[in-house]
């Protein structure tokens, strides 16, 4: 089982629709989880980043971590045609090595 | 300001012959990490060097991979011979620490024929 899972997608909702993504982990250990965006042929960019369980806002932009169920989320309000591309989720345990989900292809359709 | 840069963007080349990436980290960052992205298992980190000193080379799939960080503005990452199930997307990325934000840079897409 890979440590960090999340759905490959494709995953298309029409602009302006709310966005769920989703990951899972499997190690308890982890303490910090972490949103990426990747655009095509671009590297990774940091969208959003968080510590332990709880939700984080930072405009259209809200990342959610339950701790217990092993579950991170992020949310995109009002989505724009410019949201797509493919979200990495990551995690972090004491040993500050980065897992990375294998990420999640997003299409917002005009 | 500049970001991470990584050439050449693209390699294209033939089974056996030696590879070599180039990455300029951020100005000012003393952590620099090695990537390999595909298809089938993700965002793999390579190696890690703080202050040049490679400090976790456990992702390097085999001998054949070698990275150095000769200074604190240039590294690189060298397969040689090269294989094609080394096909890949290959990110440098830096920070400011381990456990600080990382920035990656645009990656340098390989193809081993």
């Known amino acids: 089982q890979k440590e960090v899972e999340q759905d490959p997608g494709p995953l298309s909702v029409p602009e302006g629709a709310i966005v769920s993504l989703n990951c899972t982990y499997s190690n308890s250990a982890f303490q910090y989880f972490m949103w990426y965006r990747q655009y095509s042929r671009k590297g990774p960019e940091l969208l959003m980043y968080t510590y332990s369980s709880g939700n984080k806002e930072d405009g259209r932009f809200t990342a959610q971590v339950d701790k217990s169920s092993k579950y991170i989320s992020l949310f995109i309000r009002d989505s724009q045609p410019s949201d797509s591309a493919t979200y990495l989720c990551a995690s972090r345990g004491r040993d500050d090595k980065i897992i990375f989900g294998k990420g999640t292809r997003l299409h917002i359709l005009p | 300001d500049a970001g991470v840069i990584q050439s050449p963007r693209h390699e294209v080349t033939e089974m056996g012959q030696e590879v070599t990436l180039r990455c300029k980290p951020i100005s000012g960052h003393n952590s620099l990490f090695w990537y390999r992205q595909t298809m089938m298992r993700g965002l793999e980190l390579l190696i890690y060097?703080?202050?040049?000193?490679?400090?976790?080379d456990s992702g390097m799939p085999e001998d054949r991979f070698s990275a150095k960080m000769p200074n604190a503005s240039f590294s690189t990452l060298k397969i040689q011979p090269s294989e094609p199930r080394d096909s890949a997307v290959y990110f440098c990325?830096?920070?400011?620490?381990?456990?600080?934000?990382?920035?990656f840079g645009d990656g340098t897409r390989l193809s081993i024929l």
């Open positions: 990325a830096s920070s400011t620490g381990r456990n600080q934000p990382q920035h």
């Open positions: 060097f703080n202050n040049n000193v490679p400090i976790d």
